[in-house]
């Protein structure tokens, strides 16, 4: 009986220690991250502010040591052929299985108006920014790709396929390599630096795998930010990912000021975001990639 309390007792030391190991999620960091984004300005797909960021996030990337790629391919929109980059940051892991975190970071564009994209293109940004810092002070089982997609918003209007550009390229891409095969879930971030954060239940994505997440947040406490009371089937960049066979789930806020007032307006500025909303997610995160780390061990 001595000998069990021991192994027992020891065996939640473990865990403790392996629990202050694992790193925490800054949310102030990622606010931070944002703001640096969007001092860029309005960023869509193609263009010269555009390009910088994307140089300034490749700069941070390789600060941390890990591959660094950018995928290039030529869109066909409406207005006609347009260069864009996905960028892919890897943080290797043993198993031989992969979790994608992705999110875009691109902004809305219509003539005559200036839309620097704080929580829409913004926040996404910035988060996997923070979220690539974080994980490289951690070793992991399975492999971490932090992507951000380009041309997730629509050139003329969200209509047959001008939208989405990015993650259907990769999604097609990542298929007929057969990397698909490799990744046990996909995880999509968009509009979740909302001050007044309140996530949707969102029916388009694999139902195991948004289960897992809510119940994840709910044990965290989290459950007024991860609520089912707001449940839709939102086209997103997880969406491509989903009809390619890959588990994928969407994190989106959709409620962003009065009757979403703030969406794709020149509204959508620093000023609305939150520390504790980037905090929240990221925690959640976190915690989910530990979770599918033991999915994966049991596979």
């Known amino acids: 009986m001595h000998s069990k309390k021991i192994l027992i007792l020891a065996a939640l030391l473990a865990g403790s220690a392996a629990a202050q190991q694992r790193p925490a999620f800054d949310g102030a960091a990622a606010l931070e991250a944002t703001r640096r984004v969007v001092a860029f300005g309005p960023r869509p797909a193609s263009s010269a502010a555009h390009r910088k960021l994307r140089q300034w996030l490749i700069a941070e990337l390789r600060a941390l040591q890990c591959d660094v790629a950018e995928d290039l391919f030529t869109a066909r929109t409406p207005l006609g052929p347009r260069p864009m980059t996905n960028l892919i940051a890897k943080f290797p892991g043993a198993s031989g299985r992969v979790v994608a975190i992705t999110g875009h970071y691109d902004t809305y564009d219509r003539s005559g108006l200036r839309f620097v994209g704080a929580n829409d293109g913004g926040s996404s940004a910035g988060f996997l920014l923070q979220l690539a810092r974080t994980l490289a002070r951690a070793p992991h089982r399975d492999g971490v790709w932090v992507v951000w997609f380009d041309g997730e918003e629509s050139v003329v209007s969200w209509q047959g396929e001008d939208h989405t550009y990015g993650s259907r390229h990769l999604a097609k891409k ?102 504790r909303s980037f905090e929240i997610v990221g925690q959640v995160m976190l915690e989910t990639l530990r979770v599918l780390e033991q999915r994966s061990n049991r596979r």
Do not use: C
Not at 176 to 196: F, H, K, P, R
Not at 214 to 230: E, P
Not at 245 to 256: E, F, K, R, T
């Open 174 to 275: 990542w298929k007929a390599e057969g990397t698909v095969d490799s990744i046990l879930a996909l995880i999509n971030v968009d509009m979740i630096g909302d001050a007044d954060l309140g996530l949707v239940y969102e029916l388009e994505s694999t139902a195991w795998l948004r289960d897992l997440v809510w119940s994840v947040a709910a044990r965290l406490g989290h459950g007024a930010q991860f609520s089912r009371k707001y449940s839709s089937a939102i086209g997103d960049d997880h969406v491509p990912f989903v009809e390619a066979g890959v588990p994928a789930l969407d994190l989106i806020d959709l409620d962003y000021g009065p009757g979403n007032a703030y969406w794709h307006t020149e509204q959508d500025t620093m000023d609305k975001l939150g520390a």
